[in-house]
């Protein structure tokens, strides 16, 4: 469809292996219904839909902040956050952190009068697999002056994940803090996701992996 490229991603209970490229498919987004020509599968719960099958190496906190649509992407080395104040986007796609790790990921202060997404990603989809986090520190205040309801979501990995997520071997060390202060409204908090929101259509899957850090 579109020249897009299909990877089949079968989640087994003791992790996940690539099957293979498919030729046909019966669906053409990410987390379709249909099954697959001659599978006993379905798409929401067994493939995910890579825009490429070329593989985007990230090495760097900016390739961190490019990563855009679903690729195939993994980790060179350990990426060093310290000094930044992370605002991280929307993740799609497969990310395979290769053992390494996002070091000083961090935003200590307040937000004022808008929702706050804290983590590496803002929301996010598709598969994250071996990646470890190391002295993640949020200390932050959400303030409301109108009135009005505001959300604060945090998570060293994904501040809010709405289904479709497979997370294997990742960890958030003890050197980790996630402390949040919202007298307006609603806070999620969690190790590696804030919120999670998953249906038997959409899960959200975690598989050994652990948090450390204090929330």
């Not at 293979?20 to 001659?38: D, P, R, W």
């Not at 190496?57 to 990426?79: P, Q």
């Not at 000083?104 to 470890?132: C, Q, R, W």
């Not at 919120?195 to 992996?209: E, G, K, N, T, Y």
Request: glycine content about 12%; charged content about 15%; proline content about 0%.
């Amino acid at each position: 469809d579109n020249n897009r490229y299909y990877s089949k991603i079968k989640y087994l209970s003791g992790g996940w292996t690539t099957v293979g490229a498919l030729s046909t498919v019966e669906c053409h987004n990410a987390y379709a219904s249909k099954s697959f020509t001659g599978e006993d599968v379905y798409c929401n719960n067994s493939v995910y839909v890579l825009a490429s099958k070329d593989i985007v190496y990230i090495s760097k906190a900016e390739d961190l902040l490019a990563m855009n649509g679903n690729r195939h992407y993994v980790l060179t080395n350990d990426i060093d956050l310290s000094g930044m104040e992370w605002h991280g986007g929307a993740f799609s796609g497969f990310l395979d952190g290769n053992g390494y790790s996002i070091k000083g990921m961090s935003f200590v202060g307040s937000v004022t009068n808008e929702t706050a997404y804290l983590g590496l990603f803002k929301t996010g989809t598709g598969i994250v697999n071996d990646l470890h986090f190391e002295e993640v520190t949020f200390i932050v205040d959400l303030v409301s002056t109108t009135g009005a309801t505001y959300y604060m979501y945090a998570g060293a990995l994904i501040a809010d994940a709405s289904g479709g997520l497979i997370v294997t071997d990742c960890s958030v060390d003890k050197y980790s803090v996630i402390d949040l202060k919202n007298e307006a409204s609603y806070i999620y908090g969690g190790g590696l996701v804030g919120r999670v929101q998953a249906s038997m259509r959409r899960p959200v899957v975690f598989d050994s992996c652990t948090n450390a850090g204090k929330i």
